[in-house]
Nanobody, 124 residues
Framework: QVQLVESGGGLVQAGGSLRLSCAAS????????MGWFRQAPGKEREFVAR????????YYADSVKGRFAISRDDAKNTAYLQMNSLEPEDTAVYYCAATPAPGIRTREYEYGYWGQGTQVTVSS
């Protein structure tokens, strides 16, 4: 079992930045690729970003490419999502997720472990 806890959400003005953290516990963190998803009100949860087990390979949804950056610190068992140039459309609950599977994984069902989510609200 892997337990994930997100933090760092909040209210920010458009154009601002936030950094989300995802603290992992339970199993060897480096055995898992990490992903970030988000769910806006009335919408389905969508993929945002993914980092490989080593952190050397990342993948982003087109909507956040160039603005968001995913990273991980295995010494701290923590994954991060740096969000810059935030837009009101980025308002959502953000979830981190973990999977032992290799390759680019962008579907919810490909991740077996999830955090409880953290709210990000971007005001215009």
């Amino acid at each position: 079992q892997v337990q994930l806890v997100e933090s760092g959400g909040g209210l920010v003005q458009a154009g601002g930045s936030l950094r989300l953290s995802c603290a992992a516990s339970g199993r060897t963190f480096s055995n898992y690729a990490m992903g970030w998803f988000r769910q806006a009100p009335g919408k389905e949860r969508e993929f945002v970003a993914r980092a490989s087990k080593s952190g050397t390979t990342t993948y982003y949804a087109d909507s956040v490419k160039g603005r968001f950056a995913i990273s991980r610190d295995d010494a701290k068992n923590t994954a991060y999502l740096q969000m810059n140039s935030l837009e009101p459309e980025d308002t959502a609950v953000y979830y981190c997720a973990a999977t032992p599977a290799p390759g680019i994984r962008t579907r919810e069902y490909e991740y077996g472990y999830w955090g409880q989510g953290t709210q990000v609200t971007v005001s215009s």
